[in-house]
């Protein structure tokens, strides 16, 4: 058998290349809004098991706070500070603590892939995460506030401002915690960072800001849950200035934004590892 040339054959006998198909056009990338929706749904419902215990825990927390509190204050300003701060530590609790607990499990035992390989964007995967434990924690603090309230004799007619202290405080704290988890390198670690930060909104956020020592207090500003804390507390003055409650809601909701982009970023940095 010879084999002859190309060249050499007529122009009809050659080969005919084959066409290259086209490419397939990408699916259009998946939008925030509907990606955060399905995020809240798979992560509510995963963590709707074990709400009863989370609620539990975090509730009977606040409220043996708030009775041990009521032993060493009075019914003044410091009354105030004691309801609001255990109120809002509820959401600490769970959107600070327990949130690093999971985004460091789920870096460490390799659930980052799953969601990296997902047409979501990172901060879907956050806020929807972030979102589903929150969730849980109005029960709580709706529960701590009415039975701090009645303890300590203030006013109930301004516990409506939760609403928009709970969603503040919380995406604050959840983007905290979720970049506390993403960042750590063990989970342990990040368990440990979680409790820290629960423990620090405790003795920052419960204990009257007149009685702390003035570097205590510059940490307190620096923690984003003080402003919620601050609103809900200025809402038992008999003339609550709200100009002043807006304020301070306002700062906090600019602390939420940084804080859930900084954990989109960490989330970023850790799925890419």
């Known amino acids: 058998m010879s084999v002859v040339p190309a060249q050499v054959l007529p122009d009809g006998a050659r080969a005919v290349p084959e066409a290259v198909p086209a490419a397939a056009p990408l699916a259009p990338a998946a939008r925030l809004w509907p990606s955060l929706v399905a995020v809240y749904r798979a ?58 607990q999971y985004f460091g499990q789920l870096r460490a035992g390799g659930g980052l892939d799953h969601y990296a390989t997902l047409p979501v964007p990172p901060a879907a995967v956050v806020l929807g995460a972030a979102a589903a434990y929150a969730s849980f924690t109005v029960p709580g603090t709706l529960v701590t506030a009415v039975f701090g309230c009645v303890l300590f004799g203030l006013p109930l007619s301004n516990l409506w401002v939760l609403l928009a202290v709970v969603p503040l405080a919380g995406a604050a704290l959840s983007g905290l915690g979720a970049a506390l988890g993403l960042l750590a390198p063990r989970p342990e670690l990040a368990t440990l960072l979680g409790q820290l930060g629960m423990s620090a909104a405790l003795l920052l956020g419960v204990l009257p800001a ?64």
Do not use: K
């Not at 923690?223 to 306002?250: C, I, K, N, Q």
């Open 210 to 273: 007149d009685r702390m020592p003035e570097i205590i207090r510059l940490a307190r500003d620096l923690l984003p849950s003080t402003y919620g804390v601050e609103a809900y507390a200025r809402t038992f003055e008999e003339h609550p200035d709200w100009a002043v409650v807006l304020a301070d809601l306002g700062v906090c909701a600019g602390v939420g934004v940084v804080s859930l982009a900084a954990a989109a970023w960490a989330y970023r940095r850790a799925a890419v590892r």
């Open 43 to 100: 992560q509510l419902s995963r963590a709707r098991v074990a709400r009863i215990p989370l609620l539990f825990v975090a509730t009977f927390q606040s409220v043996g706070i708030t009775v041990m509190m009521r032993g060493v204050v009075g019914n003044g300003f410091e009354a105030r500070s004691v309801v609001a701060g255990s109120s809002v530590l509820v959401v600490a609790y769970v959107a600070l603590n327990l949130l690093a």
